[in-house]
């Protein structure tokens, strides 16, 4: 009889338990794919762009005087004195300083700008999930380090779909 109670018990355990686990209702957001379709993203890479094109040509353009110099030092040092040698290769090296120096500063520049922006586009990310979650009644809403999930659980079309409405206002 004990053995009966016993038993009966943990049946009514488990099946209490996977009761408990069917009520748990999970959704899965795929961060890769929100962080390359989401209107936001695009806005921010297009600011980026307009923003950075123009210092980063200049850049470009100070790269290929700084290789010109050096074909052309290599090419006309033989024919140079020693002290026109050392003047050229010496202003090669200021040229070559103030290029890392304008690079570190744009880098740094565009590093800021760019978490600025993303930090922004988290914080409405984050709004808008949190509705999402509290509408659809989620207990759980899953991004990144997840190994697999299933496409009923995804819920990146429904985020997508929202932060599309909101970059429309």
Known sequence: MKRLVTITVLFLSLGLHFSVQAAVKIGYVDMK?????????????????????KPKQELEKMAASL?????????????MTESKLTSNKQKIMEDFKAFREKEATLTKELQEVQNRELSAFRDV??????????????????????????????????????????AKK
Do not use: M
Request: glycine fraction near 4%; proline fraction near 1%.
């Open 125 to 166: 990310t984050r709004d808008v999930l949190s509705k999402l979650a509290k509408e659809g009644d989620y207990d759980l809403i899953v991004g990144e380090g997840v190994i697999y999930a299933a496409d009923k659980i995804d819920i990146t079309n429904q985020l997508l779909e929202r932060l599309k409405q909101i």
């Open 33 to 53: 794919r929100l962080l390359t379709e989401a209107p936001q993203i695009e806005a921010i890479n297009k600011r980026l762009h307009d923003r950075f094109s």
């Open 67 to 79: 290789q010109q110099q050096e074909k052309d030092l290599k090419r006309d040092a033989l024919l």
